[in-house]
């Protein structure tokens, strides 16, 4: 028995990461033809705009598939952009060594973490056809290109190198390209057409990222353009530290034995976010640990007791130790504005809301969700609406009936809303497509695919709020819109008839035509709201004009208010007519007397916008008669405004205190302001 127990343990030996995912390569989303091309796209074009980014750069990203061998289902891949290059020393090891990478230790918001992404095309394309990946990629501040092939050596992690050297890169055009990278692969994979191709999943990317320029030349030779429609590059995110709340036992002890403080004060404040000079002392003393001890003398029984009280197993007077919310601007949320641009130039449609809620945390991780909803158009009324899931800018293809967004959509009743869903179950049906798009330091997905997120009761609620809020905007669109289609109907028959009956009728009379206002006023009995939003080309302002008119026979007295988009940027300017704010992109005036048969006009502009950004103007009113052509105040929706900057302020806030000094140590982590987050529900024709 000894001898067969040494003999198994010499036959066991450690595998290499790279080759355990050669072998698993369904892991990493090759596991079929058709997904293994989206796969790689994906892995190519998720760097492209990582790199353009982080560089400052509006990204330009050209994607061209060719059959090389259709029979053997052979297809060649070309990525070109234009970000900042890749230094010739590094190439290597970002496309030829597995878990190699800047992000997966920083805690931001970003695509890719783990470092496995363009190396699994690589180690893809050497599996399936043998062949290495070419790379030429160029830096600003070299007159030449470098060029060379790249596989992967998958017992040692590491690549392998071929066809070194330099060359002159020049544009379509006949000049030399400044700066970018091109990857060529070639590999076993399928081109197909449909909701789950390349062309779809390029489609999405363009609508989350609406600063870039993707062109995609098809195997046909057939080419689309996806054109940028802002010049406004995503708001750069900055590095957090781990927040006491997602830290788990193992984690605590490395970070406590690779500490150099001299104290366990100084560790809490100067390694974690959300930990004040007052936190981390009742941390301590919660956890019934001297403040002076250094983290790296802490026995087992101390870090589970720190941990304790980070969960707050631990109280203090009671209670557990109060932990500030961590920073975050960490986070880079897509913004309404953007997300109903992105949506407009992909999907023709009649009506967009898009909402962007305020960052909240779950296990001490940061996170936000944001909507949109798109309606009407040439889309199908007898088909499930179409689901757009995203995670990070990403689009999220695969494994729709497993993923959090999607339970999120379904968890509603859309039929309140104006959709159809048999049973208030799954997805609804009708001429609709349901943007959703979680922004987070830590997605967690279903598996190293990446196609799915997990279940989170946080999230799923927050998404849910955020659906139902989208899902009342459109019920009063369409109220709205079937009330004015009425009234319409009805004030131009009147016009038509009755002009005519008092014509006839004063002819044979032969007397005047009298004056048909007042009566046309009793037989519309109805107080009516036209709104106009134009683009306006000489001041490069978006011109907001709201006419009431008062069809009835009494003295009218209302609230009128407008959303406009203050989160966004926006200035309102030219209002001569008063009034305030009633809320974050609320605006409200108050009008005292509105006469029978009278009008009135309230009229402004809207500054620091681009053209297309404000298309349509929605209108509320508080007031006893109903006005066609705007909403009645709801004021859950007023207040669900006010609750979200009271949820945006409180993350402000604490700053002060993050930055409180400790008599013995006086230093504090350095003042971050929490990033925009927008609340005001936008509707509007697109």
């Known amino acids: ?101 800047s992000r997966f230790h920083a805690i931001r918001q970003s695509r890719g973490q783990q470092g496995i992404g363009i190396t699994g095309v690589v180690m893809y394309c050497q599996l399936t056809t043998g062949r290495t990946t070419h790379v030429r990629s160029k830096i600003a501040s070299e007159p030449t290109a470098a060029v060379v092939d790249i596989g992967l050596d998958t017992r040692k992690n590491k690549a392998t190198k071929s066809n070194q050297g ?67 590059l995503p708001t750069k995110v900055e590095a957090i530290k781990p927040h006491p709340h997602g830290i788990e036992l193992g984690q605590l002890q490395r970070m406590a034995s690779e500490s150099t403080d001299s104290r366990m004060t100084v560790f809490l404040r100067m390694n974690f976010s959300g930990v004040s000079a007052r936190a981390s002392k009742e941390l301590c003393v919660a956890a019934e640990i001297d403040e002076k001890t250094k983290p790296t003398k802490m026995n087992p029984d101390q870090i589970r007791a720190l941990l304790e009280s980070f969960q707050g197993e631990r109280l203090i007077n009671g209670k557990p130790v109060k932990l ?34 305020a960052p909240e945390v779950t296990q001490g991780n940061p996170y936000q969700v944001e909507v949109g909803l798109i309606f009407g158009g040439n889309m199908p009324a007898d088909k499930p609406v179409e689901i757009l899931r995203f995670a990070n800018r990403v689009p999220l293809m695969y494994q729709q009936g497993g993923c959090l967004l999607t339970k999120a959509i379904e968890s509603v009743d859309w039929r309140q809303y104006g959709l159809d869903q048999p049973g208030a179950k799954g997805v609804p049906k009708g001429p609709a497509a349901i943007l959703v798009h979680l922004a987070s330091t830590n997605v967690q997905f279903t598996s190293e695919a990446k196609e799915a997120l997990a279940d989170n009761g946080e999230v799923i609620e927050e998404a849910r709020k955020a659906m139902l809020e989208m899902g009342r905007g459109l019920r009063k669109h369409l109220e709205k819109k079937k009330k004015m289609a009425k009234t319409k109907e009805k004030f131009e028959l009147i016009n038509d008839i009755l002009p005519a009956i008092a014509k006839k009728s004063a002819d044979i009379l032969g007397k005047p035509v009298p004056d048909l206002a007042q009566s046309i006023t009793k037989i519309m009995s109805a107080v009516i709201s036209e709104t106009e939003t134009v683009w306006n080309k000489e001041t490069k302002q978006t011109d907001v004009s709201i006419t009431l008119f008062n069809y009835t026979t009494r003295v009218r007295a209302y609230t009128i208010l407008a959303t406009w988009p203050e989160k966004a940027g926006a200035a309102m300017v030219n209002n001569d007519t008063g009034g305030r704010k009633e809320a974050t992109g609320v605006w409200a005036w108050k009008l005292d007397s509105l006469q029978p048969g009278e009008k009135t006009v309230l009229s402004y502009s809207l500054g620091g916008l681009e053209k297309g950004d404000w298309t349509e103007t929605d209108i509320f009113f508080r007031g006893s008669q109903d006005v066609i052509g705007a909403s009645k105040m709801d004021e859950k929706f007023l207040e669900e405004i006010r609750r979200q900057e009271r949820a945006l302020s409180e993350m402000n806030e604490p700053e002060q205190e993050r930055d409180e000094p400790e008599a013995e140590e006086p230093i504090g982590e350095p003042s971050v302001a929490a990033p925009t987050g927008q609340t005001t529900l936008f509707g509007g024709e697109a």
């Open 1 to 101: 028995m000894t001898g067969i127990a040494e003999k198994l343990a010499s036959n066991q030996k450690q595998v290499a990461i790279s080759e355990f995912f050669e072998k698993n390569k369904h892991f990493l989303g090759f596991d079929s033809l058709a997904r293994s091309l989206i796969t790689a796209v994906k892995e190519a074009v998720d760097n492209a705009l990582d790199a353009c980014e982080e560089a400052r750069i509006l990204p330009t990203i050209k994607v061209a598939i060719e059959k090389v061998d259709a029979k053997k289902d052979i297809i060649k891949l070309i990525v070109e952009d234009n970000g900042p290059g890749i230094p010739q020393k590094s190439i290597e090891k970002v496309f030829g060594q597995l878990l190699f990478g």
């Open 166 to 232: 330099r060359e002159i890169w020049y544009n379509p055009d006949g000049s030399s390209k400044d700066h970018g990278t091109e990857v060529t692969a070639q590999m076993k994979a399928k081109y197909q057409k449909g909701r789950q191709s390349v062309w779809q999943y390029l489609r999405m990317t363009s609508i989350v990222n609406p600063h870039a320029e993707i062109t995609f030349t098809d195997p046909d030779g057939e080419m689309h353009h996806w054109p940028r429609v802002t010049e406004r």
């Open 324 to 357: 500030l919310n961590p920073p975050t601007n960490c986070l880079s949320p897509i913004e309404e504005l953007l997300i109903k641009k992105g949506l407009s130039k992909t999907i023709d449609s009649r009506f967009i809301a898009t909402l962007t809620r």
